[in-house]
């Protein structure tokens, strides 16, 4: 059965700093998901990874996938107010496409 | 565009009560997709339909039921409503490699 974990659940940082998000899943998957959720708001596609090694940056995120591993990193550099959000990575799960299984998401409060 | 609409956005349901909450796309694609939000939580899946006529179920279907009534819509029937089922609801569709997420309908059961 495939099981994500993300961590850091909490994540205060300071304007400026750099961090990253691991996001460790417990068995083999094809596709990895980023997604960033306002409070209130949906979800926002953030990046897609399909492939070991893959790299894929936007802004002051970027994204890796170790399928070797079953580890996908989220680093965020030079934080700014605006990326304060929830953040949650999806692996790919069985019977369907679609069947993304989640986790619990990391709460980012970037402070002045 | 409308991609995937939602209907309602807010409910406050009764312990018992049913109720069906509304999903359709716009995007053409086959597959669509269930899932709840609990507080603290990813999503989870409740049921999916790979294509018309079909539905499956996902990781918590009980006391959840599913209509797909044609290639754009998507229901899902709350028989009789606990306050186990407070949550917030998605509605998605999904075509290689992308999810699409609707906005969501935010369920109380008191």
């Known amino acids: 059965e495939l099981k994500v974990e993300q961590n850091p659940l909490f994540l205060s940082m300071q304007e400026g700093k750099n961090y990253t998000i691991y996001c460790n899943y417990s068995?083999?998957?094809?596709?990895l998901y980023w997604y960033r959720q306002d409070p209130g708001k949906s979800l926002e596609s953030l990046f897609v990874?399909?492939?070991?090694?893959a790299v894929k940056q936007e802004g002051r995120l970027m994204a890796s996938l170790d399928t070797k591993a079953r580890l996908s990193t989220l680093h965020i550099t030079a934080a700014v107010h605006d990326l304060s959000a929830t953040y949650f990575c999806?692996?790919?799960?069985?019977?369907?496409?679609?069947?993304?299984?989640f986790g619990k998401g990391t709460k980012l409060s970037v402070k002045p | 565009n409308a991609g995937v609409t939602q209907t309602p956005k807010f409910q406050v349901l009764k312990t018992g009560q049913s109720m069906t909450l509304q999903c359709a796309q716009d995007?053409?694609?086959?597959?669509m997709y269930w899932y709840r939000q609990d507080p603290g939580m990813g999503l989870r899946l409740i049921y999916y339909?790979?294509?018309?006529?079909?539905?499956d179920k996902g990781e918590v279907p009980n006391g959840y039921n599913v209509s797909r009534l044609n290639k754009r819509e998507f229901s899902l029937r709350l028989e009789s409503a606990a306050p186990s089922q407070t949550s917030v609801y998605f509605c998605?569709?999904?075509?290689?490699?992308?999810?699409?997420f609707g906005q969501g309908t935010r369920l109380t059961v008191v």
């Open positions: 998605a569709t999904f075509t290689v490699p992308e999810a699409f």
């Open positions: 999806a692996a790919g799960g069985g019977g369907s496409q679609g069947n993304l299984i």
């Open positions: 995007m053409n694609h086959n597959s």
């Open positions: 068995t083999t998957s094809d596709r």
């Open positions: 990874l399909l492939s070991n090694g």
């Open positions: 339909s790979a294509s018309e006529g079909t539905t």
